[in-house]
């Protein structure tokens, strides 16, 4: 009874972010093929979500997919729903997205010094979203643009401005960064691996700055990584995504402490710990992601588990609630336990 | 051992396989490669075989039938000395062919050499590259003409003079690829066992830059049958009653405003052969190398 | 930006000497010397030698060249065995032509590539992607001179709009000038910007899927911005050396097309004189034309400079 209360409780506060059921689909050779094949997501106001999965495990495109950023490369196709406070983004034209974007969601990415031009300054690439969005003058623009660049810890503010990327360090460029997609105080903050381009001692001090930031703004942030370390440190909750399907969501401590997807679990057993096992090998996930083309008929992660037996590999696995709040996308939590199938 | 070389034979062949299965899939993906060749393959016949096809001897002069349209008996109509214009855009392509061809391979053997060379030893490389450097800061026509003023008009010459202009530019680029080559793991490798320096140079880098030799060498082919066509054109070229494609625009100088066509057929003819060896260029870039695909990087 | 530009022209000391011993030989190699050259096949020995020692070519060849540099700095580039006058004064009186037909044709040729160029690139796989890369193909495989043929047909004999031939001077007025050079500079552009169009799109193809666009999108920014602040910034030093480069086949072009034209210009001396075999002349616009594409080539690395930060010294 008192779970079921502390659901209502959530779910009196509106979402920021609601995906239902989203897909997102490519041409590969005259075929539609899901990079995101089904996934459901809920980002609450002022909540930190992780989103954890190799490379190719469509967690860059569904992030990505939020902003519609895909739809000026290549032929793309959505299915489901993004809610953005309410309103069904994938039925917006671009030039109504042009409005969120930047501006009431933003977006950091992975590598600062390639997500910069190279041939603007700073102040020209950070001005430009203020006087956007916000409508302000030059100067008042460039007030706040220092102001910015001050709160996100870059020191000499004004001398930075005058910058070219290439001129500051790895960790300045990430700051910069972040200060352009944090500009117009945006509700919704996407970063798509910050970190990972970046030295380790920068990248704890880019996370303490971006859960820092959280806490002052209280935007939401969607964080996309394969680290699972930050993702213990910053998120309040976490989803295993493989292959376009998230395969397990719980509370960071829950899916630390009782890990059920088989992936989940391989994943962490990957991290190395430091003092103990050293001379041990590292255990790995056998194989590698299979491509968009060849994904298995039943649970997607059939070919790589070791507990995966035939109905695996016929049938997708249910969506099961193992404990309140704690699920996952696997055949063997399906009987026993809690039963509650959401969709497929 | 046995055992192990059947095996690997048998991997060998099986890499193979796939490998041929991605070649035919490319070369199915890239009409260019098959337009420009057919394409060049038609005029190379043509020129080939025109005696067969039409005895008619291309400096024949009939005053009578000058400047006649193209009609049944002169396919391309004729010029204003009465030459049949057909069989002369023929043999003109005998003469853009021979010279544009002998430049290609001339330039080619001679720029592999100088860049192989240059990319294994330094102090070389630093003379010959500057050499390179100021002979493309020449505009080629130009350095064409000069050497032509001097030397004298004659085929020989076109192509003496324009293989100097194209060796350069072949030169950098083997020297660009066999710069990537050397540093690869198999000629460090190949060093630390010893290898001589010539064999490491002939065995190992030259083959690495064969594809990106057969792709310039198409276009040199191209451009070179554009200069000398450009050089017959302002009288530098072939000689002058030989049928040479820049030959024949040059004589229609005077005349075409009146009779189009003598401009038109040899003008075609340039366009065609040019575009074909083009698309073959391009055709074989894309099929060559896998990461460019339709074209994308130039 | 001034050490920038000072090493740039630094660099070009070892070209241009290649350049001058080029351009020396090409008077040196003449079998039998520039006398045979000059004075033709009626010539006697004996006259050739006389001539051949006049011009101090038995001399030895160090000397030759020395003597040769030297005066070439000095502004005496020899003198044209049949206009009676210098060399240098004969490529004064013949340039302006050229330099007017030149610069225009290059106006031609990016106002044509530029645009076109970057639609071609933005609408990647469309009929109009498809239209320019053929066009620009077909226009690649054209001698200018060729598609000055065509157009002196389509203008000036069937339509009649533009002159045939013929060259007004500027002191006739620009529109007379203009309308003279109209045909020939026309056809020189459409050939320069079929290799242009081609470069500004594969360039901008290069840039469009770079990391920074996708920002400057979630940024909220217009398309139109993205691609031409974002996208052509980042490409313009790819169509700028494509330009600077292309601007020797531009001047190559010029000169064929002025004597289709009869435009008293370099060409229509050049082509004299390989008709007379005046080989100082010869030299000379070889000379000429190489020195000013090595300086439109210098100009265009220090654009680059101002185009792209990381190239000037003392930043970073």
């Known amino acids: ?344 | 051992m046995n055992l192990r070389k059947r095996k690997t034979s048998a991997l060998n062949q099986a890499i193979f396989r796939e490998q041929r299965e991605i070649r035919k899939e490319r070369l199915l993906a890239s009409p260019a490669l098959i337009i420009g060749a057919v394409g060049f393959l038609i005029i190379l016949l043509l020129a080939v075989f025109v005696p067969l096809l039409n005895p008619t001897d291309p400096n024949a002069m009939e005053v009578a039938n000058r400047l006649q349209p193209p009609s049944g008996k002169y396919l391309l109509g004729t010029d204003e000395f009465g030459r049949d214009l057909f069989v002369r855009v023929m043999y003109g392509a005998r003469v853009s062919l021979w010279v544009g061809g002998c430049v290609a391979v001339f330039s080619c053997i001679l720029g592999t050499i100088v860049g192989v060379y240059a990319s294994y030893f330094k102090v070389l490389d630093q003379i010959l590259m500057r050499i390179c450097d100021g002979l493309i800061a020449i505009p080629g026509i130009l350095l064409a003409i000069a050497l032509i003023a001097a030397l004298g008009t004659s085929s020989w010459n076109v192509i003496l003079a324009l293989t100097i202009v194209y060796t350069p530019s072949v030169a950098r680029t083997v020297r660009a690829s066999a710069m990537v080559i050397r540093e690869q793991a198999y000629v460090e490798a190949a060093k630390v066992q010893g290898f001589g320096n010539l064999r490491i140079l002939w065995r190992m880098i030259l083959p690495g830059v064969i594809s990106p030799l057969t792709v310039q060498a198409s276009f040199i082919f191209a451009q070179a049958i554009i200069s000398e066509a450009s050089l017959s054109f302002l009288g530098a070229g072939i000689p002058a009653p030989a049928a040479s494609w820049g030959n024949m625009l040059e004589a229609s100088k005077l005349v075409f405003s009146k009779a189009p066509w003598t401009m038109i057929c040899p003008g075609a003819a340039v366009i065609l052969c040019v575009m074909s060896l083009n698309l073959l260029g391009d055709g074989l870039r894309d099929f060559l190398d896998p990461r460019v695909k339709g074209g994308q990087k130039k | 930006m001034l050490s920038y530009i000072l090493k740039r022209i630094l660099s070009l000391i070892p070209v241009l000497f290649v350049v001058s011993c080029v351009v020396f030989l090409v008077v040196y190699i003449i079998p039998g010397g520039p006398a045979t050259a000059l004075l033709g096949l009626e010539a006697t020995p004996d006259q050739i030698e006389a001539l051949n020692t006049e011009l101090g070519f038995n001399r030895p060849f160090f000397v030759q060249y020395a003597d040769w540099f030297v005066n070439v700095l000095k502004g005496d580039w020899g003198t044209s065995y049949f206009l009676h006058q210098s060399v240098l004064e004969a490529i004064g009186e013949y340039f302006l032509p050229t330099l007017s037909l030149a610069v225009l044709a290059q106006i031609f040729a990016l106002i044509l590539s530029v645009p076109l160029g970057i639609l071609a690139a933005y609408r990647r796989g469309t009929a109009l992607d498809v239209t320019a890369v053929s066009v620009s193909l077909v226009g690649a495989a054209l001698p200018g001179f060729l598609l000055s043929m065509f157009l002196m047909l389509l203008f000036g004999v069937h339509l009649q709009i533009f002159p045939v031939a013929g060259y007004a001077g500027l002191e006739e007025g620009l529109a007379e000038h203009l309308r003279y050079l109209f045909l020939p500079a026309l056809s020189l552009g459409i050939v320069q910007a079929a290799y242009l169009t081609r470069m500004t799109r594969s360039s901008l193809l290069e840039v469009l899927y770079k990391n920074f666009i996708q920002t400057a999108r979630a940024k909220g920014i217009k398309e139109s911005k993205v691609v031409l602040k974002y996208a052509l910034k980042n490409g313009a030093p790819v169509i700028l050396t494509a330009v600077g480069q292309s601007f020797g086949s531009l001047i190559a072009g010029t000169i064929v097309t002025e004597t289709l034209f009869n435009i008293p210009g370099l060409g229509m001396l050049t082509l004299t004189s390989i008709n007379r075999r005046d080989v100082f002349v010869i030299q000379g616009v070889v000379l000429f034309i190489t020195l000013l594409y090595v300086l439109v080539n210098l100009a265009v690395d220090i654009l680059y400079g101002f185009v792209d930060p990381r190239l000037r010294p003392g930043r970073k």
Request: with cysteine.
């Open chain 1, 1 to 344: 009874m008192m779970q079921e209360n502390k659901k209502e409780i959530e779910s009196m506060q509106d979402p920021i972010l609601e995906i239902r059921n989203l897909r997102v689909l490519f041409p590969v050779h005259k075929k539609w093929l899901p990079a995101v094949d089904g996934v459901d997501l809920t980002i609450q106001p002022g909540e930190i979500t992780g989103i954890v999965g190799e490379s190719g495990s469509g967690k860059s495109v569904m992030s990505q997919s939020v902003l519609r950023l895909r739809d000026h490369d290549t032929a793309v196709r959505y299915e489901g729903e993004i809610l953005f406070e309410k309103e069904n983004l994938l039925k917006w034209s671009l030039k109504q997205m042009r409005n969120i974007r930047g501006n009431r969601i933003s977006v950091i990415f992975q590598d600062p010094l390639n997500s910069l031009s190279p041939v603007h300054t700073v102040e020209s690439q950070l001005m430009e979203v203020l006087i956007l969005h916000k409508k302000i003058s030059k100067e008042e623009a460039k007030k706040k643009s220092v102001q910015m660049l001050k709160m996100i810890g870059i020191p000499n503010p004004e001398n930075c401005m005058k910058k070219y990327p290439f001129e500051l360090s790895g960790g300045m460029q990430q700051r910069v960064m972040i200060a352009i997609a944090l500009a117009c105080e945006p509700k919704l903050l996407i970063a798509d691996e910050p970190t990972t381009a970046l030295d380790v001692t920068i990248q704890e001090q880019i996370l303490y700055l971006i859960q820092d930031l959280n806490k002052k703004l209280g935007m939401s942030i969607l964080f996309i990584t394969h680290d699972l370390g930050a993702v213990s440190n910053l998120c309040h909750s976490v989803k295993v995504m493989y292959l376009g399907q998230i395969v397990e969501d719980a509370k960071t401590e829950e899916l630390f402490t009782h890990p059920l997807h088989p992936y989940t679990k391989g994943l962490l057993a990957c991290i190395p710990h430091l003092a103990v096992e050293r001379r041990k090998e590292l255990p790995t996930i056998p194989g590698s992601v299979p491509s968009l083309s060849h994904i298995p008929e039943g649970c997607h992660f059939c070919t790589r588990c070791h507990e995966a037996d035939e109905r695996c590999r016929k049938m997708p696995p249910p969506v099961v609630e193992a404990t309140p709040g704690h699920t996952v996308k696997c055949w063997k939590y399906a009987e026993g336990g809690k039963k509650n199938e959401v969709g497929v």
